[in-house]
């Protein structure tokens, strides 16, 4: 279905406007696909982007101001989100004991545990965009990359 279909929207004012209406309806639906899948584990998309870093950081730990440059929105409020995941057991907040305003996070097994049981689930991620063919994604991430400069 086209943008005009989804959202009943006939004209726009140029192509650029509907290029940026598209990504910003195309995240939407995106993230609601996701959500699907985190809403059956109780966490956000937002919260598994902080467990996929930690865990990309291989048992090292991650500072708050790390976390929140590597995460996707950089709008979220990632000390909330670290404190979520810690009263659910996924993360360890420790406070640097040199220098006690730097709080460093680690993942625990628990959250590694979750990870494992989302990453059974990788492939839907990657079945929504099945519509576009590899060679299509290749180019739609150049085209992406080049739009943001």
Not at 13 to 20: P, V
Not at 21 to 40: A, C, D, M, P
Not at 47 to 69: C, E, K, T, V
Not at 115 to 133: G, V
């Amino acid at each position: 279905m086209t943008l005009e279909q989804e959202i009943t929207q006939s004209k726009f004012k140029s192509e650029y406007q509907k290029l940026a209406v598209n990504i910003i309806y195309t995240h939407g639906w995106l993230i609601s696909k996701q959500n699907e899948i985190f809403r059956k584990y109780d966490i956000t998309a937002t919260q598994f982007n902080i467990l996929r870093i930690l865990r990309g950081q291989q048992g090292n730990p991650a500072s708050i101001s790390l976390l929140q440059d590597r995460m996707l929105d950089k709008m979220s409020d990632t000390s909330r989100l670290v404190d979520r995941l810690k009263n659910k057991g996924f993360v360890e907040r420790i406070i640097c004991p040199n220098d006690r305003r730097k709080v460093e996070v680690t993942i625990t097994d628990a959250g590694l545990g979750l990870l494992s049981q989302i990453d059974e689930h990788e492939h839907l991620f990657e079945d929504a965009l099945k519509n576009l063919s590899e060679d299509e994604a290749d180019q739609l991430n150049v085209l992406l990359d080049k739009a943001r400069g």
